[in-house]
């Protein structure tokens, strides 16, 4: 099934020109409007009008999420405040989250999109979507909520974690799609099968899993156990939310909605474009964003682009599932965390060394974070007690800092790796 | 002068108590009693030995994390009870004991029994009025 034949089965040379026309749109909407991108294109000695093809586009600088940063919180937005009906952010944590603004037809395009991907899993308007994805500033669950909606499918919005309620719902509701971090979809699998839950009596069809890096190992086994199609979705709060690309029944990559957003894939290192068919990392350009328009946004996700026919009909482009990334960041649990925030709760604690290294690991299905910092001397007691304390003290300053738990592992002091550029501050064990 | 208790911060990895007790045997410290408190993290190994100081240095130098504490020893009778009775006076005496440990004298005739008590001043003295021997630092020293 296709949401929108017309968008997405589209001929190339259309879309192309359809592509052009609202980049050279949203190039002055930007220029005009957002400070930020004048001073840019200004250091990079561009103008919108320079741009006349698609090609031309390498000619624009990059945004980074450090340019977010700085414009926090609503420094790169293209309408006055009050036109922004809706806001999200990336983990909001403390620093500076980076800040996503919405006008009413950016939620609207972002409910088309998603209501594509829903699609591409099997939803229609008979369908009842059980969303695991958290609600609140993370875009997961209101995207997935808004795209459902849109079907006209019944949406449940259970929101991340409580599973013996998902367990509940799914079986007196007879949820046809899960929608989920593909980790939590796994661990779900195994409560069901830990309750007794006869799976012949659950109606799942299709999942829709995303917001983390996951293998094609991961899906054959929550499809086995779960017996339904796990399909990859992929987006980024920056940009959107989920919707930005889907995976169809093919599960051959993921289609990407080219005439909302515009991809690239450049080099990491000379930040050339590559051409298709090459891994790099993904860059975005929201074509028709009014709120808050984002030009060659760096993803840091690594990805290649593919355009083969693909069978399912869909003209758009594919990228390939994306199996890491080019900065240190850290995604657990479909949550983005830099290790200098981690960094950053840990010294603020007064008796801890500033030597830590962070270890992640997938022991089961879900991703932990183990930090081990090097014992101070202030630190250390010769009572157990004092110490167990310590440690729980700082496991607590830094899930509060970053909303996710963590194990603490005092070490000695001197005993983490040194170096004398930039230290090597993250082991991630994760088989992925 | 109160009995000094060195103690050091392990890592729970292997052959780190062997580095630890070598620098002690390298330095020629003996070690007079000893007991380690682990988690499964970590360890803490507790000693006393006849030159707190220089043991500190010694393994402060090796870059452990050392630390010194006052604790209290006493004579215990080695018999059933004996430890037994010491603790009785403690508890009367509304007095909580952090941790502790115990050894036999060479000669056999009594368990020294190495106690930390939250207030060591307030320990000794119910100890003491109770009339059970509390050991001076030389006395253990020199075992």
């Known amino acids: ?432 | 002068m109160e009995v000094k208790q060195i103690s050091l911060f392990l890592e729970n990895k292997k052959g780190r108590l062997w580095e630890a007790l070598n620098v002690l045997a390298k330095a020629h410290i003996n070690i007079r009693a000893l007991s380690i408190a682990d988690t499964s993290d970590f360890g803490i190994l507790r000693l006393i030995v006849p030159d707190p100081d220089n043991a500190k240095k010694v393994l402060a130098k090796s870059n452990f994390t050392v630390r010194e504490s006052d604790v209290i020893a006493v004579g215990v009778p080695d018999s059933p009870g004996g430890l037994a009775s010491v603790l009785k006076i403690l508890t009367d005496a509304d007095i909580n004991v952090e941790y502790m440990y115990a050894f036999v004298e060479k000669s056999g005739k009594k368990a020294i029994v190495v106690l930390r008590t939250d207030s060591i001043s307030k320990g000794k003295k119910a100890l003491k009025k109770a009339g059970v021997t509390v050991l001076s630092s030389q006395q253990v020293y020199t075992l």
């Not at chain 1, 799914?170 to 989920?180: A, E, K, N, P, V």
């Not at chain 1, 006869?198 to 086994?221: I, Y």
């Not at chain 1, 156990?225 to 029944?249: H, K, M, S, W």
């Not at chain 1, 909303?403 to 501050?425: C, H, I, M, N, Y």
């Open chain 1, 1 to 432: 099934m296709i949401w929108n034949k017309e968008a997405e089965c589209m001929r190339i040379g259309e879309r192309e020109k359809l592509q052009i026309e609202r980049l050279r749109a949203i190039l002055r909407r930007a220029y005009k409007n957002v400070p930020y991108y004048q001073k840019r294109f200004g250091e990079s000695k561009v103008k919108p009008a320079d741009i006349r093809s698609l090609k031309d586009i390498k000619k624009l600088p990059f945004t980074t999420k450090t340019d977010l940063r700085e414009g926090y919180p609503f420094g790169l937005f293209a309408v006055p405040r009050k036109e922004i009906v809706e806001v999200h952010t990336s983990s909001g944590t403390t620093g500076k989250p980076t800040v996503s603004g919405y006008t009413r037809k950016d939620i609207e395009i972002w409910g088309e999109v998603v209501a594509r991907a829903l699609t591409m899993c099997g939803a229609t308007k008979d369908d009842i979507i059980q969303n695991g994805y958290g609600y609140g500033l993370f875009t997961g669950g209101l995207g997935v909520h808004y795209g459902a909606q849109r079907i006209g499918a019944t949406v449940v919005p259970v929101s991340a974690g409580q599973t013996k309620r998902h367990l509940d719902i799914m079986q007196d509701f007879g949820s046809t799609i899960l929608t989920c971090t593909p980790s939590y979809a796994l661990y779900l699998t195994e409560a069901v099968a830990e309750a007794g839950i006869n799976r012949k009596k659950l109606k799942l069809k299709a999942g829709c899993f995303g917001a983390e890096m996951w293998t094609d190992r991961m899906r054959d086994e929550i499809e086995k156990r779960f017996r339904l199609l796990a399909l990859n979705i992929y987006g980024l709060t920056e940009i959107i939310g989920p919707g930005v690309a889907q995976e169809c029944d093919q599960k051959n990559g993921l289609h990407i909605f080219e005439d909302h957003f515009y991809p690239e894939v450049v080099s990491p290192e000379t930040l050339e474009p590559l051409p298709d068919g090459e891994k790099g990392e993904l860059v975005l350009t929201t074509l028709t964003r009014d709120g808050m328009p984002m030009i060659r946004f760096r993803t840091r996700d690594i990805t290649t682009l593919r355009r083969e026919p693909c069978k399912c009909g869909r003209t758009l482009v594919r990228m390939d599932r994306v199996t890491g990334r080019t900065d240190d960041m850290l995604k657990i649990r479909g949550v983005l965390i830099f290790p200098s925030q981690i960094e950053k709760a840990l010294l603020e604690v007064r008796e801890v060394e500033p030597h830590y290294q962070i270890i992640v690991t997938r022991p089961q299905h879900l991703d932990e974070i183990e930090v081990q910092v090097e014992t101070s001397k202030k630190l250390f007691s010769d009572e157990v007690r004092h110490l167990e304390e310590a440690r729980k003290k700082i496991e607590k300053h830094i899930e509060n800092s970053i909303g996710l738990r963590v194990k603490v592992t005092l070490v000695e002091p001197k005993t983490l790796p040194r170096s004398e550029g930039k230290a090597k501050r993250v082991i991630d064990k994760r088989q992925l």
